[in-house]
């Protein structure tokens, strides 16, 4: 009996699932979630002992490597001064201006403390300042666990079987449309059909909650020119991309321009962070300047903001994209390789820190049917081998990896060694 074993049956009697979050349960890969001790770098290490090569990331925010001295010597000084103040503090100025300057469609922004939150407030803003309360979204794309955007949603909700939750009211639930990811024509037509309804479109610029699926050419170009034409407010949710695409997020690497853009945990460096900014009309209707109301106590965190500006300074280093882009493009090529080798079916992308695996022998995947299409079944057994041979992937076959800058060349080449073993034997 593991430690681990031991801590999840206790964790199933008081949390449901035994997890905080349903992702991290391994209910579609089959075995139990393991609990960790500490991590350091590209690594994790469980609490009995076992050292695991991360590419989870704790979902995308850990782009510097788990615990990064200047990160966390950031967090203690922070601390030290106190954990929060429910009122304004330096460090959430000087957050403000960074992801500004680093963003330039953000004139103004405001900090959440999760990517739910960001989105949530974001389609708030869109609504008020369109009076139009449709909007689309798209088939498995994630913006969190609102209940709007609990309809067709991607990620954990996808994994569970629990696309629509059961408790969004109909009501709310019909005013959300989706649309096919990368098929302009399917979000036309949702226009032809409520021409006068449609108030936004929020879209993740690049899927990372559907596997990892990048836009096609022009698409993005697209829904840039349908909210113009109809008067809707676009909003990316870079929650997965931002800062790990490129500097200036996916709208900086594609050079589409939102109107509004929310961001999550990768602004905290693990730190419970999110925001939502955009335009200086749209963010003048923010309370208390206008008159759409949002709020919380803990936004703005001073430990938190110490803790993402620290992570943000690490991100402006020469060569840091070209650098981590260079590691994730080696552990994809690597994969298909392996695969290639082994005869098995694979598909991989990478973009920037985002990485995807396919079990499938179509060139690519564009959409969600595409995504769900894949052989689920070899993706289990492959997470399951991988897991035994010390690599962490995301348990499901519906969520981006990500790659750190504590990633090393040999991180990738153990790790495709040992996905070479795996894809052998599932060939025999
Ligand atoms: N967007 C994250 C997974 N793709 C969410 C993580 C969570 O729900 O815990």
Sequence with gaps: MTVSHDLFDRARARIPGGVNSPVRAFAAVGGEPIFFDHAEGAYMFDVDGKRYIDYVGSWGPMICGHAHPHIIEAVQQAAAKGLSFGAPAAGEVTMAEMLCEMIPSLDRLRMVNSGTEATMSALRVARAATGKDR?????????????????????????????????VPAALAELTLNARY??????????????????????????????????????????????????????????????????????????????????????????????????????????????????GTLSGNPVAMAAGIANLELLKEEGFYERLEARTRQLADGFKQVADQAGVSMTTVAVGGMFGIFFTDAAEVSNFEQAAACNIEQFKT??????????????????AGFVSSAHTAADITETVACASEVLKKMAE
């Excluded at 955007?149 to 939750?165: H, R, W, Y």
């Excluded at 081998?385 to 010390?390: H, P, T, V």
């Design 382 to 399: 492959f997470f399951t081998e991988m897991l035994k041979g010390g690599i962490y992937l995301a348990p499901s076959a519906f969520e």
């Design 182 to 295: 990368n098929d302009l024509d399917s979000v036309s037509a949702l226009f032809d059909e409520y021409p006068d309804d449609i108030g936004c479109i929020i879209v993740e610029p690049v899927a990372g909650n559907m596997n990892c699926v990048p836009p096609a050419p022009g698409f993005l170009e697209g829904l840039r020119r349908i909210c113009d034409e109809q008067g809707a407010v676009l909003i990316f949710d870079e929650v997965m991309t931002g800062f790990r695409v490129g500097p200036a997020g996916a709208q900086g690497r594609y050079g589409v321009t939102p109107d509004l853009t929310t961001f999550g945990k990768v602004i905290g460096a693990g730190m419970p962070v999110g925001a939502f900014g955009g335009k200086y009309e749209l963010m003048k209707m923010v309370s208390p300047e206008g008159p759409v109301y949002q709020a």
């Design 135 to 167: 909007f689309i979204k798209f088939e498995g794309n994630y913006h969190g666990h609102g209940d709007s955007f609990l309809v067709k949603a991607g990620s954990g909700a996808q994994t569970l079987g629990v696309p629509t939750s059961p408790g």
